[in-house]
C-alpha cells in the first residue's frame, strides 16, 4: 500500500511538473511572437495598457501659449516657445484686475478651437481629422515636428448680431495701460461707478468671432505693419489695440520707430502728429497718424503763420502715399470735422483739382466729404495691385448720442446702464451708405461698426470728462475699456 501511494504521488507531481512547464513555454512564446496577437478578439486588442501612453491631444502638440484657432490662417507652431516670450506673457495683471488665463479660455466662451466631443478619434500623431464648425473648416498636420494649421474662413457679417454679458470682459484693466492709454478716456480714473458696460461682448449673428489674444496677434501680425489713418476716434482705436496686446502690461519691449514715419512727437506735445510702436518679439509695428480728414492739406502762405489751408478732397493725404508701400494693413476712417464749425477752426478752403471749388452743389459739407471718401478708397484701391499683401479697411462712422444739444450747447448723454443687451442688429445693409458706397467694387473692405455701436449710448466718456468745460459733456468719445475693443476684434477676425 505504502509503495503504491509514493508511486502514486510521483506520478502526480510529475504531471503537474510537465503542465507547469508546458503554461511557461505558451507564457514565453506569446510575448516573443506578435503575430500571434491576431487571435485575440477586436474589443480586446483595442485596450491600451496602463504603460503605454495614450497620444496626446492637439491642444499639448501645442506649445502651452499657443492655440489651433479657427480662420483663413497658415501658421507654423515650433513647439515650446522660446523662454523670451514666454517671459513676456507670464506677467502679473494689474491690482484689481482678474483675466482668464489662456488655458483656461481655449474651451470656453465663444471661440472653442478643439471641440469637445469625439477627441478621441482625432488624436492621432500625424494627422488629425477637420475641426467641423459653421464658421471653418480646418485641418492640421505635423511636419517634420511642426503644426500647420490650414484653414478657409467662410464669409460672415460682423456687422450683424447682438450684445451679450460677458464676465470674461474686459481684455485689460482701466485702471492699467497708462504707457497707451490717455487718461482722458480711462474712464476707470474718472467718477463714474457705473462700468457694467464694460462686461459686454458682440455676439456677431450665424457665427462665432474668434477669441482675441496678445500673442495670437502678434504672430499673425510678424514682420508686419498696421496703420491706423484717422481721427480721434482712429487714435481710440489705436490706443485700444495696444492695450489689448499688451493686456495693459507695461514688461513689453517696445521700440518708437516713429522717426521712420516722419511722426517722432516733439518732448511735451501733447498732440503729436502720431506714434509708431514695434514690438521686437515679432517685428510687428502699430501705428497710428492723425489725419482727420484724410486729404492732403498744405497752407496756401508757408510764411504766415494766420494763413488758410488747401484742403484737397481729391487728393490722399501726403503720409498715405509716402509710406503705404510700408504698410501690411490699413484702416481708414474720417467723419467728425465734416463740419462748418471744424473747417472754420481749421481755416480749411476746399480744392478739387488743384483749385479752389467754385462747385456750389459740392460745396455743401456732406457732399464734399462723400467726395473725399469716394477719392481716397479709389486712389487706394488703385496702390493695391502694386502691393499684393496689402489689406485695406475702411472703418465706418463712430455714432454720437447727444441728447438736447451738441457738445457746444448742452447735449448730453447721461445714461450709464447698458440697454443694448438683447438687441439685435439684423441688418444687412451698412447704416453708413457713403462709405459702404465708396469701397463697393473695390478691394477695399468695409469694418461696419457703425450699427452695432449706435447701441451703446451708455459707453461714452459723458459728464465723467476730465477734460472737458462745465456743462459739457463728450458723447463722441468712448470709455477705454470700451466699445473700440470690439472694433479691434472684428479687424482681428477679418486680417
Known amino acids: 500500500m505504502k509503495g503504491s501511494f509514493y508511486g502514486l504521488r510521483v506520478k502526480e507531481l510529475s504531471l503537474i511538473t510537465i503542465i507547469l512547464m508546458c503554461v511557461t513555454i505558451v507564457i514565453w512564446t506569446w510575448e ?140 485689460y484693466s482701466g485702471f492699467g495701460c497708462k504707457q497707451h492709454l490717455s487718461g482722458m478716456w480711462a474712464c476707470r480714473l474718472t467718477q463714474r461707478t457705473d462700468f457694467a458696460y464694460e462686461s459686454i461682448r458682440w455676439q456677431p449673428k450665424d457665427c462665432q468671432m474668434e477669441e482675441f489674444e496678445g500673442l495670437k496677434f502678434l504672430r499673425r501680425m510678424q514682420d508686419k505693419t498696421l496703420a491706423f489713418v484717422g481721427d480721434s476716434l482712429g487714435r481710440q482705436q489705436f490706443q485700444s489695440l495696444m492695450c489689448m496686446i499688451t493686456s495693459g502690461n507695461e514688461s513689453f519691449e517696445i521700440v518708437n520707430v516713429g522717426k521712420e514715419y516722419g511722426i517722432a512727437p516733439a518732448l511735451g506735445d501733447s498732440r503729436p502728429s502720431g506714434w509708431a510702436h514695434r514690438f ?46 510700408k504698410f501690411n494693413v490699413l484702416v481708414l476712417n474720417t467723419g467728425h470735422h465734416w463740419n462748418r464749425g471744424k473747417f472754420k477752426a481749421n481755416r480749411w478752403i476746399m480744392y478739387v483739382h488743384g483749385a479752389p471749388n467754385t462747385d456750389k452743389k459740392t460745396q455743401m459739407i456732406w457732399k464734399a466729404k462723400n467726395i473725399t471718401v469716394h477719392s481716397i478708397v479709389s486712389w487706394v484701391n488703385s496702390q493695391l495691385p502694386k502691393y499684393p499683401g496689402l489689406k485695406v479697411f475702411y472703418r465706418t462712422i463712430s455714432p454720437r448720442h447727444f441728447v438736447g444739444g451738441e457738445w457746444n450747447t448742452g447735449g448730453s448723454c447721461d445714461n450709464t446702464i447698458p440697454m443694448s443687451v438683447g438687441k439685435e442688429v439684423s441688418q444687412d445693409e451698412s447704416s453708413d451708405e457713403a462709405a459702404a458706397s465708396a469701397v463697393k467694387g473695390t478691394g477695399v473692405k468695409l469694418l461696419d461698426i457703425t450699427a452695432l455701436s449706435q447701441l451703446r449710448d451708455e459707453a461714452h466718456i459723458s459728464r465723467f470728462s476730465i477734460t472737458a468745460k462745465p456743462g459739457m459733456q463728450d458723447c463722441l468719445h468712448w470709455c477705454l475699456p470700451g466699445v473700440p475693443d470690439t472694433w479691434n476684434e472684428i479687424l482681428f477676425a477679418q486680417i
Open 280 to 325: 521686437p518679439i515679432t517685428n510687428t509695428t502699430i501705428l497710428y497718424y492723425w489725419s482727420a480728414s484724410l486729404c492732403e492739406i498744405e497752407p496756401l502762405d508757408k510764411t504766415n503763420p494766420a494763413t488758410d489751408y488747401a484742403l484737397h478732397l481729391d487728393r490722399p493725404a501726403t503720409f498715405l502715399r509716402q509710406f503705404i508701400h
Open 32 to 171: 516573443k511572437t506578435p503575430s500571434l496577437g491576431s487571435f485575440v478578439p477586436p474589443q480586446t486588442r483595442l485596450q491600451l495598457s496602463t504603460e503605454i501612453p495614450r497620444a496626446a491631444p492637439i491642444a499639448e502638440l501645442v506649445s502651452s501659449e499657443t492655440e489651433v484657432y479657427e480662420g483663413k490662417v497658415e501658421t507654423k507652431f515650433a513647439g515650446k516657445l522660446p523662454e523670451k516670450e514666454e517671459k513676456l506673457f507670464d506677467v502679473a495683471a494689474p491690482v484689481g484686475y482678474t483675466k482668464t488665463s489662456p488655458k483656461s479660455s481655449e474651451t470656453g466662451g465663444n471661440m472653442q478651437s478643439i471641440p469637445t466631443e469625439n477627441n478621441d478619434e482625432a488624436r492621432s500623431a500625424n494627422l488629425v481629422e477637420p475641426v467641423a464648425s459653421s464658421y471653418t473648416s480646418s485641418l492640421v498636420e505635423k511636419d517634420d515636428g511642426n503644426l500647420t494649421v490650414h484653414g478657409e474662413k467662410q464669409d460672415c457679417n460682423y456687422a450683424k448680431g447682438k450684445w451679450v454679458i460677458d464676465h470674461k470682459q474686459p481684455l
